[in-house]
């Protein structure tokens, strides 16, 4: 067993980080536990729907629609990543994890948190086309290049990941191991480092920025010229259904890119662990659970598509009996 100040990578493989969580007594415990796990349930829920819908009716087959449903589908990844973990240490003593665990977590973590990112970027090109150039949105946004542009914005999200938690995980570690978190999150791991942490810092600023600003100046960028095409249509009906379409998509990316611009896009020294927990918990449960809402309710389209589907197994049903 090391006696210096240090935790070697090859100790750390044997032992484990805890993660700390929230410090509740029993009874609270058991309440947030109860919150979260129906919070969770109605996110899954809700993207679970976005995903049927989108595959089976075919009024949704557009590409709008289909990076719509793959953006659930990572945020069910993403939020499966961190919240059965954190519903079990809710009720769990004992909130120890691997070295190996803490790792994966993390990596899988930002690589769907990044993909969604630049997904988010994607999908703000794709109002651009319609709205800006339809007459050769067709043309232009066929199925093949949807599908080239998704993998290539996965592509992206898990090699950026697989760097930045290399990177992270090369560090040596204190002699306490104690993550001031939920899950293994950059900022509270980095904080567990010994040495001299500023170039890993800057490296790891320089990569959430090309992960989260970039991708936003875009989406931006795209709603300016959306915006003045809005204002060009004379008629009020024709902005009303094009600013619909658009203002799901830009509320959500607020969401998102606000609370992770918040959390990363810091120096070490400015960072506050308690206040970024509470920011994270919002990204991690809160947001995800509210995109499916912010869509339906805000989109003819789907409340239509859903309203389809179940009349159509409401009728299907009836017939059987």
């Not at 679970?48 to 595959?55: D, E, G, K, N, R």
């Not at 953006?71 to 120890?96: D, G, H, W």
């Not at 995980?169 to 500023?198: K, R, Y």
Request: hydrophobic content about 50%; glycine content about 4%; aromatic content about 14%.
């Amino acid at each position: 067993i090391p006696t210096g100040k240090e935790f070697t990578l090859e100790f750390l493989m044997e032992d484990n980080f805890v993660i700390l969580g929230f410090n509740t007594n029993g009874t609270l415990q058991f309440v947030l536990f109860t919150l979260f796990l129906l919070m969770y349930l109605i996110t899954l829920s809700g993207h679970l729907a976005i995903m049927v819908l989108t595959l089976l009716d075919p009024a949704l087959y557009i590409p709008m629609y289909f990076f719509l449903r793959n953006l659930s589908f990572l945020e069910i990844c993403y939020t499966l990543v961190i919240v059965p973990q954190m519903l079990a240490n809710f009720l769990n003593k004992s909130r120890s994890v691997s070295l190996t665990a803490c790792a994966a977590q993390m990596y899988f973590f930002i690589a769907f948190g990044g993909s969604e990112c630049f997904l988010l970027a994607l999908m703000a090109y794709d109002r651009y086309m319609a709205i800006c150039h339809p007459l050769r949105y067709t043309l232009i946004m066929n199925k093949d290049l949807c599908k080239q542009l998704l993998v290539i914005a996965c592509i992206s999200g898990f090699t950026v990941s697989l760097g930045l938690t290399a990177l992270i995980f090369s560090l040596p570690f204190c002699s306490s191991h104690n993550i001031n978190h939920f899950f293994c999150d950059i900022p509270p791991v980095l904080f567990l480092a010994c040495n001299d942490t500023h170039d890993k810092e800057v490296a790891v600023f320089l990569v959430c920025m090309m992960i989260l600003l970039v991708p936003f100046l875009l989406i931006l960028i795209s709603y300016v010229f959306i915006a003045h095409s809005i204002l060009m249509i004379k008629c009020a009906e024709g902005r009303k259904k094009a600013f619909s379409t658009c203002a799901a998509h830009l509320i959500v990316a607020f969401l998102h890119y606000g609370c992770a611009i918040f959390i990363y896009i810091r120096p070490k020294t400015s960072y506050s662990l308690n206040d970024d927990k509470l920011v994270s918990l919002i990204y991690t449960n809160v947001t995800p659970m509210m995109h499916p809402m912010i869509y339906s309710l805000r989109n003819k389209e789907v409340k239509s598509a859903f309203k389809r589907l179940w009349e159509k197994n409401f009728i299907s049903m009836g017939n059987i009996n």
